[in-house]
């Protein structure tokens, strides 16, 4: 179908006349002598087919007079706080993005959870976790059918770095009991303003804080 089938159609319909019907002409009241004519029905359509085709609308202008805030603040980019790390390695990034509160809170809510599934559970550390969390990260760029598959007695199939980083039985207790907040606290979904993000909204608060002592954003918002 041609472009100018599609035009035809709009008009017949008048589909282009409800568009500009609400636009002032120059002949109303209000002043538009400032107003530039924009668009032209009749080559907009190019062959009309109603009767309507001297109709000329006008845009009007309408200038925002956009006041942007008096942007005060550091250099942007990275903060002191991380420009001033004695050892810049990615688990001394990690930790400064994430907070050592956040990640004993973790290892806190993790022994917490197992307890209260009454199962056998060997209380964990912070660096423990975080070599769960690593596993985890690498996992996601290693895939294999299942998680347990990362311990498969063939050489073919086993991944020496995971399987040797931590045992299958102490992952998959870590991975049942990995928490952030108390179960035993979670509010009853028929409540009011019961929120679904309980068991993360500890988390997702205490990066939102962490990040802006990390870096300076920029007032272009880049």
Known sequence: ??????????????????IFEDIPSGSEEEDTSDDETLVDVDRLTEEPTTPD?????????????????????????????????????????????????????????????AIQKGKPFK????????????M????????????????????????????NAMNRDRFTCFFLSNHISDNYNMPNRNVPNYDRLYKIIPLIEHLNKQFQTCYNPSNTGH
């Open 123 to 134: 209380h964990t550390t912070d660096r423990e976790l975080k070599i769960f969390l690593g």
């Open 1 to 18: 179908m041609s472009m100018n089938r599609y035009r035809n159609i709009a008009y017949d319909h008048g589909l282009i006349q409800a």
């Open 136 to 163: 985890n990260l690498l996992m996601g760029m290693k895939k294999q059918a299942s998680y347990q598959d990362y311990w498969y007695t063939d050489p073919y199939f086993r991944d020496n770095y995971n399987a």
């Open 53 to 113: 085709s001297d109709f000329q609308p006008r845009w009007r202008k309408r200038i925002y007079d956009v006041k942007l805030a008096h942007f005060q603040g550091e250099q942007p980019g990275p903060s002191s706080a991380m420009t001033d790390l004695t050892e810049i390695t990615p688990s001394a990034v990690f930790v400064k993005l994430v907070g050592i509160e956040m990640l004993e809170s973790i290892v806190y809510q993790t022994s917490l959870c």
